[in-house]
Every structure is written in C-alpha cells, then in structure tokens.
C-alpha cells in the first residue's frame, strides 16, 4: 500500500510540473465559444493579401467588444491603406522622396506640432533630413504644403481634446470637441482652393477635404452638397486614388437612398482595405436584392452579394453558388468557402470532440419547463441531420469546382484541401486521403501546412496509431504543423486542437496514458466537458477519471524512462 502512495505521489508531482500554469480568477465563468469550438481548415487559406483577416468566422467577427483586440485585426489594413496614400505623393513629387518620410509626416507627425513648426518656419527641424519635407518647401511646391497645412489643422480641429489638462485624468473621461467657428472657416476656405486648384492631383485632395468637412460639419441639403462633390472630381471608372472610396464612403453614410447607399458601399469595400469593415458594419442586407439593380456588371453584383454573405452567420452555399455564376474569378470566393468549411465543423465536430454545444445565429425559446431539455435535445438532433445534410451540398459543389477549375494553378490546391476536409468530415476517410495524395502544393506554405494538418486527422481512422511506424507518421507531421504554426490564425489555440484530435484518436484505442498526455497540452487553450466533470485545466484531471492502476502505472514508466533520457 505504501508503494502504491508512493507511486501516485510521483506521477502526480511530475503532473504537476509538466503541466502550463493557468490564471486564477476570482470567480468561476464557463468557457467561450472560441475555447470549445473545433476549426481545423486554416481560415488563412480564405485570405487573399487584400485584407480580409477581419471577416474570418472567428470568435472575433461575431462577438466583437472593446477588450478583446478585434478592431487591431483591422490595423494592418488601415496601414496599408495609408502607405497607399504616400505612393500616390511619392509619384507626384518624384520617386527619390523616401516613402517612410512621407508616412511619418503625414501619419506619423502630430496636427499641432506641424502647423507651429510651419508657422515660424522651423520645419527644418521638425523632422531633420526628411525628404519630403525637403521637397515641401521648395518653391514649386508650394500649393502642396499649402493643402497639407489645411489637412493638418482639420484634423487638429477634428481631434482637439475635450478635457481640461489640469484636471485629474479619469477613464473614459477624455473624449473631443468641435471648435464650430473653426469649422466654419475651414469650410470656406475649402470651397476657396477647391474653386482655385489647377492641379489635378491637389484638386482631388482639396475636393476630398471639402467632402470630408461637408460631412462632419452637417446641416441641411449636406447629402446632395457630398454627392455633387463627389461627382464632380472623382471618377469611378477612371480614377485609382485611395481617396475616392474614402470619400465615397462619407457620401454612403448620408445617402438617405438605402439601395444606392448599399451600392456605394460595395464599391468601397471592393477600393480599399481600411474601411472594409465599417462598410460591412453599414451594408443594409435586406435591401440587397433592389441594390443589385445598380451594378454594372457581374463583378460589382458579386461583390455586392459577398457584403451580404459576410454578414450571414448561417448557411450561406445559396449565397456562394450566386457569386460564383457572377464573378467565377472573384477573390472572395476563398474566404467566402473557407467561412463555410468553418460554420460545418463547428456544427459537426465542437460537440463531438469537446461535448460542447456549437454556436448557432437561432435557437427555439422554448418555456423553462421539466420538458425544456428533452425539446432541446429534439431541435439538436433535427438541427444535426440538417447540418449533415448540407455538408454533403457543400461538399458536391466543391468537388464539382475542383474538377472545373483543376488547372487553376491559384485555385486549385485550396479546392483539393477544401474537398479533402469535406470528406474527412463526411467520414469518407479513403477519398479523402486519396485527394490529398493527388494534390500539388508547391512552394505555397499555406497549402504545405494544411495539407500536414489533414493528414494527422486521417491517419488514426486509417491505420493503429499504437503501431511505432504509424506514430512516426503523426510525429513528421505534427512537427510541420509545429514548426509553421505562425500561419496559422490563431496559432496557440489551433495547436491545443490538434492535440485535442490526437487524444481523443489515442482514446479510441485505449491507450489511456497518450491521450491524457495529448490532452494536457490541448487543455492550455481548449475547454471539454462531459457528463461527470468540466476541465480546462492539466491532465490530472483526465487521469483522475479515466485512468485505471494499471495505466498510471505505465505512465510511471514513461515518466522515469524520460526522465532517465534526460
């Protein structure tokens, strides 16, 4: 007996080590979807390098607030956005102006401390060296500072800070006013150098200055006054300024039209990156279909589709079949199935693998009554045979798209990957691996790591992973996905579950001592449940309730035999 507590006492002290500390918190709350749900199709196979990271189906897009970072996923955007702008100033005051010096004037420079350094001419020493500065001052260039010195004061005018700065500072307590007889001024003197500019390239600036102003300054006939101006200096056939879905968005937001309001914000987001999401965030879905008629061709009607797509948090194949017959070569189509792969796993596999319930946009209210859960099971289980049968929809359109666009160099790995997992969901384990087999990933790293994540989930229904050469096969490939786990979206969740599919595979042939192992490193970033106990902490507790005498012994042993490696 006394060897036996000593034994335990051993395997638990090394538990103990080995396992990740976690945060105490004062109360208890259960885990969220995004610690429960199952995603193993890398939704960055759905990004095109245009800035569409914000709309994966994540935790993030679907329950956005202020403190969990989702507005820093649109960052990158809005800097790519703005280094845009400084090409467009770099190609008109002459390619040697160094790019960086242009972001760190316009972007990078506070409103105040330009305009005091421009009025007592000490701009020399405002940012020493700096190209563009240089190129500022010079004589003929002088229409352009004169329009960056307005730019800057509307924007010191637009972000002056309503505290008083002798006052103690208290949280939520700065916040910004408006100087309206600034505004004012600013207004006139917009409408002054816009009647006055020759230049083309100054023109369009000081017309989006006045567009900008028009719209914080409101006031009656402002809409007809952003449209006007809009029209007049932009062209949307012709012009490739960032500034035009910039400015077009200001004339979308006060467009008392819904349906050519909606229009304009589809071409936004098709323009620009950094107002993608608020475009999405205005799009009006129900008036989707009398917005069509403002397209002027396919592609502009798929786009216009794809804006209401991204706002659907359900089945949405209907939806991508229709932008697909519009627009086959549109580049939402990757992210548009990639959110569909998405939504079927976290139907199909989050309970099966973590025993909890996926997220779903609809659930029946039924009354708080002693019937409440057997009519719940019911709605889960019809819900269920529902969400199988439209995985194998979906999975039919995409093998017929894999077999049309199959020499598609750019398409048609994401496509063999996306029918490879459809099938491993479907459990057609044989198709699928001999899918995957078939396909060429090249020097993509993406489709590489992808393609290693499915074949360790199709290795365990295909062969004895207890077998040494079988589990040299899922170490080679764990050690890829390892390896490149930064491509990833969420590289530490998205490890925790992959462990978590190779302790249940592990499981499934007894082998008690590796799954509890796999689970205590999925259990850092993953939450299960099942009948008897909530874990989401180590793996004592997996042993503690699955583990026989005989298990923990063999644990002791691999245990000691490391430690004797060591």
Known sequence: MKDLFLRCALIISVLVAITPCNRIHSCFSEPGWGDTRMVFFN?????????????????????????????????DNTINDYRRNCREWQAYLGGKIDLEDI???????????????????????????????????????AAAL????????????????????????????????????????????????????????????????????????????????????????????????????????????????????????ALVFERCQSKRLRAIQLFASKSTEKTLPYARNGQEKSTILTLRAIQNPGRGLSELKRIARLDPKSAYLPLLLTREINKVEDWLLTRKMTGQEAWHSFEPDYDWDENYDRKMDRWRRINAEKDRQYLHELRSVVAQMAAK?????????????????LYYMEQRYPDAWRTLQAMRTGN??????????????????????????????????????????????????????????????FLAKNDIVTAGLFFGRASRHTATRVEEWW????????????????????????????KNAL
């Open 146 to 265: 004169k329009y960056l010195d307005f730019a800057k004061r509307f924007e010191f005018q637009q972000f002056e800070s309503a505290s008083d700065p002798w006052e103690e500072p208290r949280y939520y307590q700065n916040g910004f006013r408006q100087d309206s007889v600034m505004l004012d001024r600013l207004a006139q003197k917009s409408v002054q150098e816009l009647e006055k500019a020759s230049d083309p390239f100054l023109r369009q600036r000081w017309a989006y200055q006045r567009i900008n102003i028009l719209y914080y300054k409101g006031g009656k006939g402002v809409p007809d006054s952003l449209s006007q101006t809009f029209a007049k200096y932009f062209d949307l056939k012709r012009d490739k300024t960032v500034l035009l879905p910039w400015a077009l968005l200001k004339v979308a937001e006060l467009n008392p039209n819904l349906e050519m309001a909606n229009y304009q914000l």
């Open 405 to 421: 666009l199959q020499r598609k160099p750019k398409l048609a790995p994401f496509l063999q990957l996306a029918l490879a997992h």
């Open 103 to 141: 972001y760190k004037v316009i972007y990078g420079s506070s409103a105040d401390s330009f305009a005091t350094a421009l009025k007592t001419q000490t701009l020399g020493d405002f940012l020493p060296g700096n190209t563009f500065l240089k190129a500022l001052q010079k004589p003929a260039n």
């Open 535 to 562: 874990t989401s902490a180590d793996a004592i507790g997996f042993y503690d309730n699955l583990a026989s005498m005989k298990d923990l012994e063999a644990l002791e042993r691999l245990l000691q035999k490391k």
């Open 444 to 505: 993509n790293a993406h489709w590489q790591l992808q393609k290693n994540i499915q074949e360790l989930l199709l290795l365990p229904q295909q062969a004895d992973v207890r077998r040494p050469a079988v589990q040299a096969s899922l170490y080679k490939r764990l050690h890829h996905i390892r390896e490149n786990a930064m491509l990833l979206s969420e590289p530490a969740r998205q490890l925790s579950r992959i462990y978590l599919a190779l302790s249940h595979a």
């Open 43 to 75: 939704p960055e196979l759905g990004e095109d390098s245009t800035g569409l990271k914000p709309f994966f189906y994540s935790y993030y897009y679907l329950f956005p607030n202020d403190y969990d970072g989702y507005t820093s996923l649109g960052q």
